[in-house]
């Protein structure tokens, strides 16, 4: 059972287009993070969100958790190739110490 | 950059065969772990270290075994590789638990391809 389901898969859009990318779950998460990964590379955080409701903004990237801190949204202004990249949403429970991650989203922004 | 090192970076190993990755770090954080990245899987938690000596399995931990001796070094074994066990393996570390918070650092990953 995936905990946390993130969609869509797979996304491609044109340079300067905006998207948003969801990680949903049935569980109650403590906190929520966002990672992105390069090829070849390990992921990096970009975000933590810990209260329900919560936004907050990188640049033109801007996170959403859910009020009821079951889910969390991502949202990117004017796309750019630099943002091309695997997007993760990890979760944390106050009840363990694992990490649990979602699939992923693989966005693809084309010049 | 926090420094973890991960060793080694590529292996081609046959089935059967007993294969050892090691994770360092030099940030003497107190949590690691180590994941499996497949395609259609996403990363997965093969086990985990919370301290020296303390270790607790992840949702994938078959066929594996940790050791942590030290707190800058987490040993990953396959006993007896399989083709199943094919993939980019990652060690992170945190110094507080994602649920307070804390931050996932990744090593560069190891591809382990198992003939």
């Not at chain 1, 070849?40 to 955080?45: A, D, K, Q, S």
């Not at chain 2, 772990?33 to 395609?39: G, N, T």
Request: charged residues 20%; contains cysteine.
């Amino acid at each position: 059972t995936q905990l946390l389901e993130q969609s869509p898969q797979f996304l491609s859009i044109q340079e300067g287009e905006n998207l948003t990318v969801y990680c949903n779950s049935s569980s109650v998460f403590s906190s929520l993070q966002w990672y992105r990964q390069e090829p070849g590379e390990g992921p990096v955080l970009l975000v933590t969100v810990v209260t329900g409701g919560e936004v907050k903004k990188l640049k033109r990237l801007t996170f959403q958790f859910g009020d009821a801190r079951k889910d969390s949204s991502l949202h990117i202004t004017a796309a750019q190739p630099g943002d091309t990249g695997l997007y993760l949403c990890a979760g944390g429970r106050n009840r363990d110490d694992k990490i649990i991650f979602g699939k992923g989203t693989r966005l693809h922004i084309l010049p | 950059d926090a420094g973890i090192t991960q060793s080694p970076r590529h292996k081609v190993t046959e089935t059967g065969t007993p294969v050892t990755l090691r994770c360092h770090q030099t940030e003497n954080h107190r949590y690691m772990y180590w994941y499996r990245q497949d395609p259609g899987h996403g990363l997965r938690l093969i086990h985990y270290s919370y301290g020296v000596k303390d270790t607790d399995k992840g949702e994938v931990s078959d066929g594996y075994s940790v050791s942590r001796s030290k707190t800058e070094d987490f040993l990953l074994t396959l006993e007896s590789a399989t083709s199943s066990q094919t993939s980019v393996y990652f060690c992170a570390i945190s110094e507080r638990l994602i649920a307070n918070t804390g931050e996932l650092f990744f090593g560069e990953g190891s591809r382990l391809t198992v003939l």
